[in-house]
């Protein structure tokens, strides 16, 4: 979808939307359009009992005295407290409402309105949303009727002089937000280890600098945790590094996201059920939110120097499979008991945490993981947990995570819980009993963040994928993530 922010509307006929707040406030755009209707927009919004909502939509097709193949009004929710969040919400219904009706273009008419953010912001933002929204993945679908096909292709934004520059560094968010989806959407015949580092071959062009890591290099720097989750499969592991720099100081240290890139997961030998193990293609959520956030940095020129790690292997159960019982030794020398197959998430993490921190010493490592079901018992689908060794740092990503919407909420972190995972046989074992479940596996991933390092853990089970519509996503990959490392980088990293 293109978007534009253009003087005067288009003189061809479109779908024209105004904004109209509660009790009934016009904008000077929805007044224009009430008088050319003879009242007609007005009567609709009370029939349909319409009071102003943010994102709130009445809908008037081929409008009297008007060159508009429909008129939509749109809720505002009150102007005064009206910020960019709000703006995406409203960008994000209109592209829902118009995506496939048919409509080409689309415009809407922000003159004359005063919200709690400049116009040019509010029109980049309301662009965004709409952006956001319209992400379709519709790659493999061959036989879709024509009427459920995309149509809306611009969306002009009028009356917001200066918007441009807004826009211009979202636009380069939501390229990563996109990528995410893309990966997190792809089949794992389509996205395995080796395939997920050829797609990200690219970046590099945005000056990104890329290291791959084969299973050789992992085998001669020890790391068996990861390496014992992916023996069971024909698909070789990949550990893959992306580093920008936009600081000019090469001697900076920088901040470190890592992801958990588990490309499918059947548990392996603790199999999973049969039933929705076909969603365990989006087990490597974190690696695509670490994938897209680098892209997004890259693309807005982030003045920050920060580095995304993924670690990806695919989960089997083949004759070579690792076993429940066996005892592995990861990359810093601790060995682990691995109890149960299918908490594998987190003996990729600790390898990859370990390298990320001995190559590129970070003072800050954030990672990024669907790392248990129990997450989604806490917490549900609205937000993610956060666990952190750091007040401060916990405190800067769920700012940055209500800024950007994708919001988190902290979990606890004890030694109470450390004990629960202490090994009979080895120096820990990757599974505790089953209450606590997200914690546990939170505790385990602490003890291979070196002393001294910030270091926060984000549980992005329940997130990743939605099984229903958002006001920024339709229904599957929601690129969550993507916003949120980007805003915590932009609000605490660059001057």
């Known amino acids: 979808m293109i978007i534009a922010f253009p003087p005067v509307a288009d003189s061809a006929p479109h779908a024209q939307v105004v904004l109209v707040g509660p009790g009934g406030a016009m904008s000077p755009a929805a007044t224009a359009a009430d008088t050319a209707t003879g009242g007609q927009l007005r009567r609709a919004l009370t029939a349909a009992r319409f009071d102003g909502e943010a994102a709130a939509l009445v809908e008037v097709l081929a409008p009297a005295n008007m060159a508009a193949t429909r008129l939509i009004a749109i809720g505002t929710g009150k102007l005064d407290a009206a910020d960019a969040a709000a703006f995406e919400k409203i960008g994000g219904a209109i592209a829902a409402r118009l995506l496939a009706s048919g409509e080409t273009r689309a415009s809407v008419d922000l003159s004359g309105i005063s919200a709690a953010v400049p116009i040019a912001t509010a029109a980049a933002h309301l662009g965004h949303g709409a952006v956001l929204r319209g992400y379709r993945f519709d790659k493999y679908r061959t036989t879709m009727k024509d009427k459920a096909k995309p149509t809306l292709a611009h969306l002009d934004i009028l009356g917001a002089a200066d918007a441009e520059a807004a826009f211009a560094p979202l636009a380069g968010i939501a390229a990563g937000v996109f990528r995410t989806r893309d990966l997190v959407s792809e089949p794992a015949n389509i996205i395995y280890p080796e395939s997920f580092v050829a797609s990200a071959a690219d970046l590099a062009d945005l000056g990104i600098e890329l290291t791959i890591l084969d299973q050789p290099a992992m085998e001669k720097l020890g790391m068996g945790a990861l390496l014992g989750v992916s023996q069971g499969s024909v698909r070789a592991p990949r550990i893959m590094a992306m580093r920008w720099n936009g600081t000019g100081d090469a001697n900076s240290r920088p901040v470190v996201f890592v992801g958990k890139g588990v490309t499918f997961d059947t548990g392996g030998i603790s199999l999973k059920p049969p039933a929705g193990m076909e969603d365990m293609k989006w087990d490597m959520g974190g690696a695509g939110a670490v994938t897209g956030a680098m892209h997004a940095l890259a693309a807005r020129k982030a003045k920050a120097h920060v580095v995304g790690v993924v670690g990806l292997v695919e989960n089997m159960p083949d004759g070579n499979a690792q076993r429940p019982g066996d005892v592995v030794t990861s990359m810093n020398g601790q060995t682990i008991e691995v109890i149960n197959t299918d908490a594998e998430g987190r003996l990729v993490l600790c390898d990859a945490i370990w390298w990320a921190q001995e190559t590129y010493d970070p003072e800050v490592v954030v990672d990024l ?97 939605s099984s229903k519509a958002g006001p920024l996503f339709d229904k599957g990959a929601t690129g969550y993530g993507v916003r949120l490392l980007d805003r915590f980088i932009a609000a605490n990293f660059e001057g």
């Open 369 to 465: 993981a669907t790392l248990t079901g129990a997450i989604i018992i806490s917490l549900g689908h609205e937000y993610a947990g956060i666990f952190a060794n750091d007040d401060g740092l916990a405190a800067q990503l769920i700012a940055a995570g209500d800024a950007s919407g994708d919001k988190l909420w902290r979990m606890p972190l004890a030694d109470s819980f450390d004990k629960l995972i202490d090994s009979p046989i080895a120096d820990i074992k990757n599974v505790g009993p089953r209450e606590g479940g997200s914690i546990t596996a939170a505790q385990f991933i602490k003890r291979f963040v070196k002393p001294g390092v910030k270091w926060a853990h984000l549980d992005i089970a329940g997130m990743a994928w």
